[in-house]
């Protein structure tokens, strides 16, 4: 679906790139990024490391300047056939999804509607590896997001290589269930009947009756309990074929980028943007997303795994019921993310939530990108108090991209990948030591650490002990104040081009060795 934009957003949009290509003429030229040792810098590691020995290390201090760096391998491509759960409302698809799993992954609450996006999970039974959708209730006769949701369950249908139809045993067979039927048979696709809610004996004579959908044997199970879920697994696989048709090539590489932000800033319909295609419900309703829902999109020949997450609110600890588990699930995702792009509605003025769900991913230690959305709904009286608020709120994060565009009508989406990569690879960066070292004494050199008490702390040797995020670790004679770290961080970003990630400086006060 395209979207023509109006007289009045065209003009937001011209604006805009005048300034922007202002912006980007005025800024400063990319810092030498040659990172390669020189023998003075070698020689001068070397003998930091001598002068080392005078002083009091314990194991940790010499497992750290020991360690070796390496780097991690993935496990290689595959493709996983794609096992589909669907079911009209309530009868407790994501329970059997997180049962399958074996985690509390899928979003569930006792209430219809709960599951929204057709999320995908990689799941294991007897020695087959294969990729689960759950999916949100497919429903007749319906409108609004709704229809939208009933509609994402029928991609899944069409994009699966087997299904499971989940019937409420203790319901019996509905209308609703008869028309999933007719669908089913339409797609040609394997199917296997689960009748869930079977929690005894008792229930098993409600399965039977599921024999009238013409689906084959029905499987009771209680996906609450686990009860019988391995002979459905069992059939289930049966079901899949060993080669997949719908499934897609899934690499152990591709970064992932969680896009995160307050709800109704844009999430939903910038991954639909980027993606090309109508892959997550979209709705002017705040908090329509509520499971993680994953995408493979390649961009500029490289793929990325995209993450749309449910809308950071307030206060977590106020919100109940779905909206809870998904900001939990939105934690997590940010956590198993390596870059979190925050998305900002440029059009309102900057609120205490954007700055809390920006600083949850600069503490989660992960990369970061700010794209300012709904840049065409902006007026020109807007823009400068914009910058204004950027100035006053994110003085602390001046080092992250910015990235102005509108997700509804694709005005600089495709700035987005730049800034992902300029960011992921400031992320893995790492300083040879000699370098460092070398850094530091001429800064140091240059302006010392002022004096306290009559005495100067002396900075003895440096080494960055890990990347993703950078850490870096000092070995010093006494304290370093927090802004004499905050002086040394601001110059490691200017020489070495840390953008978009955050730096991490830790201090180990160390004493000579008693004679």
Known sequence: MTHDPSASETAALDAAARDDAALDAAAPPAPDLDLAETEDDVARERALRVGLEEFELDESDQALLDSEWSDDQGDGDEILPVLAIIGRPNVGKSTLVNRIIGRREAVVEDKPGVTRDRVSYPAEWAGRRFMLVDTGGWEVDIAGIEAKVAEQAEVAISLADAVVFVVDASVGATATDERVVELLRRSGKPVVLCANKVDGASGEADATFLWALGLGEPHPVSALHGRGTGDLLDAAIKALPTKSEYGKLRPAGPRRVALVGRPNVGKSSLLNKIAGSERVVVDDVPGTTRDPVDEL??????????????????????????????????????????????????????????????????????????????????????????????????????????????????????????????????WDRRIPTGKLNAFLGELVAAHPHPLRGGKQSRILFATQASTRPPRFVIFATGFIEAGYRRFIERRLRETFGFEGTPLEISVRVREKRKR
């Open 297 to 426: 999109i390649e961009l500029r020949g490289i793929p990325y795994w995209f993450v749309d997450t449910a809308g950071i609110r307030r206060r977590v600890h106020q919100t109940k019921g779905a909206d809870f588990y998904a900001s939990l699930r939105t934690a997590a995702a940010i956590d198993k993310a390596e870059i979190g792009v925050v998305l900002v509605d440029a059009s309102n003025p900057l609120t205490e939530q954007d700055i809390r769900v920006i600083q949850q991913v600069v503490d989660a230690g992960r990369a970061l990108v700010i794209a300012y959305n709904k840049w065409d709904l902006m007026d020109e009286d807007r823009r400068p108090f914009l910058e204004r608020e950027i100035e006053k709120e994110l003085v602390q994060i001046t080092w992250a991209p910015r990235v102005n565009l509108s997700a509804r009508t694709g005005w600089h989406s495709e700035r987005l990948v730049p800034a992902i990569e300029r960011s992921l690879a400031s």
